[in-house]
Nanobody
Framework: QVRLEESGGGSVEAGGSLMLSCTYS????????MSWFRQAPGKEREGVAS????????QYSDSVKGRFTISRDNAKNTVYLQMNDLKPEDGGKYYC???????????????????????WGQGTRVTVSS
């Protein structure tokens, strides 16, 4: 069992920055996929960024590449999502999620596919005004 808790959401103007944090506990291992997803009202949950394996390999959706950075501090059991140059379309509820057997998701090119994740946090809301 893995428990995840997000924090750091809020309201910013377009062009601004926010950092989200996800604190995890339970039976986690360094090779787990730790990822951020987001969901806007009326839209499907979208994979945003993932970090996995002992090298800290990262993967981003095209919509956030170059603006968002995911990182992980194993000593603090925390995953971060630094979001810069925020746009109104970045708004939504952001969820932290964890998945086991990340190498399988990677092989299937499904690291950012929500269906592969077993554990989820409650989410934190991000609002970006234009």
């Amino acid at each position: 069992q893995v428990r995840l808790e997000e924090s750091g959401g809020g309201s910013v103007e377009a062009g601004g920055s926010l950092m989200l944090s996800c604190t995890y506990s339970g039976n986690t291992i360094s090779s787990d996929c730790m990822s951020w997803f987001r969901q806007a009202p009326g839209k499907e949950r979208e994979g945003v960024a993932s970090i996995y394996d002992e090298r800290g390999t990262t993967q981003y959706s095209d919509s956030v590449k170059g603006r968002f950075t995911i990182s992980r501090d194993n000593a603090k059991n925390t995953v971060y999502l630094q979001m810069n140059d925020l746009k109104p379309e970045d708004g939504g509820k952001y969820y932290c999620a964890a998945a086991r057997r990340c190498f399988m998701l990677e092989a299937q090119d499904a690291v950012l596919d929500a269906s592969g994740y077993s554990w989820w946090g409650q989410g934190t809301r991000v609002t970006v005004s234009s």
